[in-house]
């Protein structure tokens, strides 16, 4: 059974800090780009990051570049994503999603691209 669980959210003041983690099982983790998304209340989910199980490279969504870093543990079959500096605006549910493919394409940002979801870990940043 494929299965994505997500752990780390929570509640953070603004300039804190929290890392999130995407613990995978079920598919060969290594044939697989791992991506983070995000769902704020009222809006559309958009694509955060992306890591490429091939060579480690990673792509950010411009709003979190220099803030957010994603990395990969493959011997734990684990992806974080490493958040300082956060802002009342990243308040959202944070999913992780594996795409069929070792690395990120320029579909990385779009939800159809990936295959299988984790159910999701809110994260709350108050001002």
């Known amino acids: 059974e494929v299965q994505l669980v997500e752990s780390g959210g929570g509640l953070v003041k603004a300039g804190g800090s929290l890392r999130l983690s995407c613990a995978a099982s079920g598919f060969t983790f290594d044939d697989y780009a791992i991506g983070w998304f995000r769902q704020a209340p009222g809006k559309e989910r958009e694509g955060v990051s992306c890591i490429s199980s091939s060579d480690g490279s990673t792509y950010y969504e411009d709003s979190v570049k220099g803030r957010f870093t994603i990395s990969s543990d493959n011997a734990k079959k684990t992806v974080y994503l490493q958040m300082n500096s956060l802002q009342p605006e990243d308040t959202a549910v944070y999913s992780c999603?594996?795409?069929?493919?070792?690395?990120?394409?320029?579909?990385?940002?779009?939800?159809?691209?990936?295959?299988?979801w984790g159910q999701g870990t809110q994260v709350t940043v108050s001002s």
């Open positions: 999603a594996a795409a069929p493919s070792a690395s990120c394409s320029d579909s990385h940002y779009r939800g159809s691209w990936y295959d299988y």
